[in-house]
């Protein structure tokens, strides 16, 4: 099953919108529609210069085939505050390389817990 131009087009809307919220300002965000194995979206920046790529998967092969507008929101979430936390990322990546993953990971889940489970920003 594909993604469709919609849905990447609200993608980009609440990648915007979360790198607002989130504070972002100075980072150029360049927001693709590409094909993606395992994941809804992922993301690559570049602390120095302050890029960041986010890409949309235009396949949904994660056993889930329906992607509506609150998955897309919560996932553009989910990968803007992995540009939020790159900074932590890159230290606890210099120092303790085999934990930055893992702990990224937990911190971006918990606060999204907090914000998608009782709150609701549009």
Not at 32 to 60: C, M, P, W
Request: charge should be neutral; glycine fraction near 4%.
């Amino acid at each position: 099953m594909k993604t469709t131009s919609k849905q990447f087009k609200y993608f980009k809307s609440r990648c915007h919108h979360w790198a607002k919220e989130l504070g972002l300002v100075g980072w150029r965000l360049y927001i693709k529609h590409a094909e993606l194995d395992d994941a809804y979206a992922s993301y690559d920046a570049n602390y120095d210069g302050k890029v960041v790529t986010i890409k949309f998967t235009k396949n949904l092969s994660l056993g889930n085939p329906v992607l509506d507008d609150d998955q897309i929101d919560r996932t553009a979430y989910h990968e803007l505050f992995h540009v939020k936390l790159f900074e932590l990322e890159v230290t606890i990546k210099y120092r303790y390389d085999y934990l930055h993953e893992s702990v990224e990971h937990d911190i971006i889940n918990t606060i999204e817990q907090l914000v998608f489970n009782g709150h609701r920003y549009k």
